[in-house]
C-alpha cells in the first residue's frame, strides 16, 4: 500500500472513532448544534438592533459562521490533547498506522462537525433574515472556502493540541488566539471603522479574506459605513482567502505531523 | 541476533535533561519467555518499554525486537508488538467491541477479521455482557482487560505490558495475573514492569532489577529471594516480660538472628518454610505460655530487595 492509500484508509478508521466520540458526547453536541444557534441569535439581536437592523443581521452572518467554524478548530486542540493524556496516542504510535492517520481522523471529524454547524447556522440565518442572492455554484464555492478554512484552522489546532502540557491548558490555548483574530476582521463591523495599525491588520487578517469572500459569493451587502476598505485583499478577496488556507496548510501540516512523531505522553 | 532470542537490547541510554532515565541497560528474553523488569517509580522501566515499542529513541544503544531493529525498521516492530501502556489506553465514549474493532482495523485486517477478532477476545478476556456498553462504565479491572485485550489483536509475536496492575483493586490484579498467565502459556514473549516483587514472582521466568537506569540484579524470582532472605515472619506479644521467650522460640525456628522491638514488643526473624515455620513458632509460643497479639508471615516486598541490593529503599518510600 502506498503512503498516501495507508493514510486516507487508516485516517477513515480514526474518522469513524472520532465521530462516534461526537454522537456520543455532550460536548460536541454542543460545538456543533447550540454554540452555532446562540452565536447567530445572539449577535444578530444584541448587536443588529443597534447597527442597522436587518442589513446588519445579512452583514453578519458571514462573520458568524467564520467564527463559528474556526473556533470549532478548538476541538482538534482538545481532543489531541485528551488523547495524548489519557495514552490512546501512545497506542496509535505503537500500532503499525500511518503517521499522518490520527492527525488526519480529527481534523477530517471536525471538518464533519464544522459541516452540520455550517448546516445549523444557514437555517437560523435564514430565519433572521439572511439569504442567499447569489447564484447557486456561488454559494457552493462560499460553502467549500468556508470549510476550507475551517480545515486549514484545524491543523494549527493540532499542532496546539500536540503541544499543550495539560487538557486545561489546551483549552484556554485553543480558543485564546481565535479572539483576536476573529474579532481584529471585518466579522462585525467593517475594517474602515477602526484605527488605524488595527485597521491595517484586520485588512490583511485572512478572517476578513474568508468572510468577505463569503459575502461577495452570498451577495450579501455591507450597510451603510461598513463597505470592506478598498485595496488588494478586497479585490481578490477569494483568491486571498483560497491561498492563506493552503498557505497554512503547508506549514501546520507537516509541523504537526513532526510534532506527532515525536511527542511523548506524560 | 538468534532466532530463540525475541527481544534484545545493548546498552541503551537516554537522558531527558540532567536525568539519566537510562544508563546502559542491556536485556535479552528467549523467544516464550517472561521477563519482569522490577523497580521504583523513576528507575527507568517505563523508558525502556518506550524505547522498545519505537515510541522513543534511545540516546545510544541498539534494540531488537522480534528480529527487527527497533531504529531502522519501526514499522515492522509495530507489526510484531502489542503494547499495553501505564494507563489503560482505551477510548470511553467507545464500546469494547468497537475499541477492539479499531485496534484490528490499524493492524490491517479487513472489516469481517477485525469483527472476528474482536468477538473472540471479548469472549477470551470475559467482558461478553460488557461488550456493547461505552468503556467509560467499566470498572478497573475491566478497562485493563479491554486494554490487555487490544494488546493481543494482532496475536504478535512480542507483547509489553508496563505496570499492568498498578491502580487495580486485588481483585482486578488477581484478574489481569490470570490473563498474563495464559497469555505465556500460548507461546508469547511477554516483557512486563511492575514494582511488586510479589507480581514478577508470579509471572516472570526471570527478573531485572533496575534502579537509576541500571540493572542491579538479575534472575530467577528464588535467586533474588534468597538474596533477600526469604520470608519474614513477625509476631507481637502481649507481655513485655514474654520478650525473651518469644525471641527463643523464633531463634529455634528461624534461618536467622531475630530482631526485636521492645517498644512495640515485636519479634522479626527470617524464615524459610513458610507457612509451617509460623506454625511450628505458634506451637512452640503456646508451649512455653507466651500470649501471642499479631503474627505474620511477609513476603519480601521490592523494598527488602532494594535494601538488600543496594543498601537503600526505595526513594517513594523515602
Redesign the interface.
Known sequence: MTVLAQGLR?GG??T??NL??VR??ADWLFAAVIQPIMFVLLFAYVFGGALGGTQYREFLIAGIFVQTISFNSAFTVIGLCNDLQ???I????????SRL?VLMGRTVSDLVVSSIALVIMSLCGLLVGWRIRGSFLDAVLAYLLLLLFGFAMSWIGALIGLSAPSVEVAQSAGLMWLFPLSFISSAFVGAGTMPGPLRAIAEWNPFTAVIQSVRDLFGNEAPLGMAPSPGWPADNAVLYALLSSLVILAVFVPLSVAKYRKV?SK | MPTDVAVRAEALVKTFGSTRALDGIDLEIPTGTVLGLLGPNGAGKTTAVRILTTLLRPDSGRAWVAGYDVLAEPNKVRESIGLSGQYAAVDENLTGFENLYMVGRLYGMNKPDARKRADELITRFRLTDAAGRPAKTYSGGMRRRLDLAGALVAEPQVVLLDEPTTGLDPRGRLDTWEVIGELVSDGATVLLTTQYLEEADQLANTILVIDHGRVIASGSADELKSEVGGEKLEIVVADEADLDAAVRVLAEVGAGEPTTDRHSRRVQVVVDGGPKSLIEALRRLDVEGVTVLDVGLHRPTLDDVFLSLTGHVTEDSQ
Open positions: 487508516d478508521i480514526v469513524w472513532r462516534l466520540n456520543r458526547s489519557k495514552g490512546i501512545d497506542r496509535f504510535r505503537s500500532l503499525p498506522m492517520a511523548a
